[in-house]
Nanobody, 125 residues
């Protein structure tokens, strides 16, 4: 079992920045991907970005490219999502997730094995 705890959400004005953190604990895997997803009220859960833990290889959704950066700290077992130039449409609950035994972050939430509880991000106009 993998336990994920997100933090760093909050209220920010449009154009501002936030950094989300996701601390992982529990079972370890030789290969895993950690991903960030978001879900706005009444909408599907969308892929934001993902990172292969060992290689650092990243994948981004088109809307995240150039504004969001995913990174990880191996020593802290933590993945981060730095979000800049935030827009009101970025308002959502942000979740981190783990897919075990995978080399490249995939965009479908169904393939991920473990999920955090989510952290709310609200961007005001």
């Amino acid at each position: 079992q993998v336990h994920l705890v997100e933090s760093g959400g909050g209220l920010v004005q449009a154009g501002g920045s936030l950094r989300l953190s996701c601390a992982a604990s529990g079972r370890t895997f030789s290969n895993l991907v950690m991903g960030w997803f978001r879900q706005a009220p009444g909408k599907a859960r969308d892929f934001v970005a993902g990172i292969h833990w060992s290689s650092g290889r990243t994948v981004y959704a088109d809307f995240a490219k150039g504004r969001f950066t995913i990174s990880r700290d191996n020593a802290k077992n933590t993945v981060y999502l730095q979000m800049n130039s935030l827009k009101p449409e970025d308002t959502a609950v942000y979740y981190c997730a783990v897919e075990a035994n995978q080399y490249l972050a995939r965009r479908s939430p169904e393939v991920y094995d473990y999920w955090g509880q989510g952290t709310q991000v609200t961007v005001s106009s």
